[in-house]
């Protein structure tokens, strides 16, 4: 999923016609959009479109683009879509900061495939588009995007899975179950194809095995990244292949997921088995202190936020924001520029080491 094209593909310049007096900016369709000389007003809008409040992570992120936006002197229009019909909701939310006159659009996608009319709109009108955590598929209107390396923290969680069952039990075979994230969410495939970059070679080896033989992404996918989704799969699959059978681990592309998945276990009473996860979500770090969840990840959104608001006082200054990825990312229709933050792996032993910077994780892993 991180790489459509093969690199050094040339990416052919387009020109643009002069957009009106609400765009001061200069377009290119290959390694970004480039600022003019004035940029944008100090005081300028600044929109923020954010998926549903589904997780920690989500909810603190609204928090800390609207204080620091406002820190940084821009007016800002911080939105979350609604639990239901999420996708329209959070098309209008951008059609509406386009017609506010928004000079920059930070966009957590809910339906990475369904923003391209939008995006494409808010370029027409002198906008930079941001995807925030979750690449935008298929337009070439998007300028950058900014996340945690997505694909290097399902590499993280699948080299934490066979590391957790080796630490229970020396040598395998290993019997797992796979789940995946929500399939309108770009990053749930960037994450299981992580993960299975490391599982798969032990998969064909036979040292790992799929108990229900359920490893397609399709298979695995959790709708709407919804607890009770994971947690009515897991049932499932403890009544139907594990009556007898031993599971040694579970592939939970996240902390609510991994929290479901626990819950169905323990209900069947059966023993937990080594389970993923990722975003450092309170009551996760919590079960991982008391050895029940085996890992996390920390993607610090203190930071995530921290460098789009970055990225968008460049663009403001009229300079060329810093990316450090010119080359994983395409969205089908471009290679985005990317500015990627590093994922760290969790787990009981470096719980306390990782969170002793975070006010609200440290108290927790004394």
């Given at each position: 999923?991180?790489?459509?094209?093969?690199?050094?593909?040339?990416?052919?310049?387009?020109a643009?016609?002069?957009?009106?007096?609400?765009s001061?900016?200069?377009?290119?369709?290959?390694a970004?959009?480039?600022?003019s000389?004035?940029?944008?007003?100090?005081?300028?809008?600044?929109?923020?479109?954010?998926?549903?409040?589904?997780?920690?992570n989500?909810?603190?992120?609204?928090?800390?683009f609207t204080?620091?936006?406002?820190?940084?002197?821009f007016?800002?229009?911080?939105?979350?879509?609604?639990?239901?019909?999420?996708?329209?909701?959070?098309?209008?939310?951008?059609?509406?900061?386009?017609?506010?006159?928004?000079?920059v659009?930070?966009?957590?996608a809910?339906?990475?495939?369904?923003l391209?009319?939008?995006?494409?709109?808010?370029k027409?009108?002198?906008?930079y588009?941001?995807?925030?955590?979750?690449?935008?598929?298929?337009?070439?209107d998007?300028?950058?995007?900014?996340?945690?390396?997505?694909?290097k923290?399902?590499?993280?969680?699948?080299?934490?899975?066979?590391?957790?069952?080796?630490?229970?039990?020396?040598?395998g075979?290993?019997?797992?179950?796979?789940?995946?994230?929500?399939?309108?969410?770009?990053?749930?495939?960037?994450?299981?194809?992580?993960?299975?970059?490391?599982?798969k070679p032990?998969?064909?080896?036979?040292?790992?095995?799929?108990?229900?033989?359920q490893?397609?992404?399709?298979?695995?996918?959790?709708?709407?990244?919804?607890?009770?989704?994971?947690?009515?799969?897991?049932?499932?699959?403890l009544?139907s292949?594990?009556?007898?059978?031993?599971?040694?681990?579970?592939?939970?592309?996240?902390?609510t997921?991994?929290?479901?998945?626990?819950?169905?276990?323990?209900?069947a009473?059966?023993?937990?088995?080594?389970?993923?996860g990722?975003?450092?979500?309170?009551?996760?770090?919590?079960?991982?202190?008391?050895?029940?969840?085996?890992?996390?990840?920390?993607?610090?959104?203190?930071?995530?936020?921290?460098?789009?608001?970055?990225?968008i006082?460049?663009?403001?200054?009229?300079?060329?924001?810093?990316?450090?990825?010119?080359?994983?990312?395409?969205?089908?229709?471009?290679v985005?520029?990317?500015?990627l933050?590093?994922?760290?792996?969790?787990?009981?032993?470096?719980?306390v080491?990782?969170?002793?910077?975070?006010?609200?994780l440290?108290?927790?892993?004394?």
């Amino acid at each position: 999923m991180r790489k459509f094209l093969a690199r050094g593909v040339a990416v052919g310049a387009i020109a643009l016609l002069a957009l009106t007096a609400c765009s001061e900016r200069s377009d290119g369709d290959g390694a970004g959009s480039t600022g003019s000389e004035k940029g944008f007003a100090a005081n300028s809008l600044i929109g923020v479109a954010l998926p549903a409040k589904t997780s920690e992570n989500w909810v603190l992120a609204g928090d800390l683009f609207t204080n620091g936006l406002k820190e940084a002197g821009f007016q800002s229009n911080v939105q979350y879509a609604a639990a239901t019909s999420t996708v329209a909701d959070q098309q209008a939310q951008i059609s509406a900061m386009v017609t506010k006159g928004a000079k920059v659009i930070v966009i957590g996608a809910t339906d990475a495939a369904q923003l391209t009319t939008q995006v494409e709109a808010a370029k027409q009108a002198g906008a930079y588009v941001i995807a925030y955590d979750r690449l935008i598929k298929n337009t070439k209107d998007l300028d950058y995007y900014v996340a945690y390396d997505n694909f290097k923290v399902g590499q993280l969680q699948g080299e934490a899975l066979l590391k957790g069952m080796k630490a229970k039990k020396a040598s395998g075979p290993y019997t797992i179950e796979l789940f995946s994230g929500s399939s309108d969410d770009n990053n749930s495939a960037v994450f299981f194809d992580g993960a299975m970059d490391v599982l798969k070679p032990e998969i064909d080896k036979g040292t790992v095995v799929i108990g229900s033989g359920q490893k397609d992404i399709k298979q695995t996918a959790t709708d709407g990244w919804k607890a009770e989704n994971a947690q009515r799969r897991m049932d499932s699959l403890l009544t139907s292949t594990y009556s007898s059978k031993t599971l040694d681990g579970v592939l939970s592309p996240n902390d609510t997921l991994a929290r479901a998945i626990i819950t169905s276990v323990k209900g069947a009473g059966k023993a937990v088995p080594v389970v993923t996860g990722q975003d450092s979500e309170v009551e996760s770090v919590k079960s991982i202190v008391a050895g029940e969840q085996y890992s996390t990840i920390n993607k610090d959104t203190r930071n995530l936020v921290k460098e789009t608001i970055g990225m968008i006082k460049e663009l403001q200054a009229g300079n060329e924001p810093k990316v450090n990825d010119t080359e994983s990312y395409n969205n089908g229709s471009k290679v985005v520029p990317s500015y990627l933050l590093e994922p760290v792996i969790v787990t009981k032993a470096n719980v306390v080491e990782a969170y002793a910077n975070d006010p609200k994780l440290a108290p927790l892993t004394k």
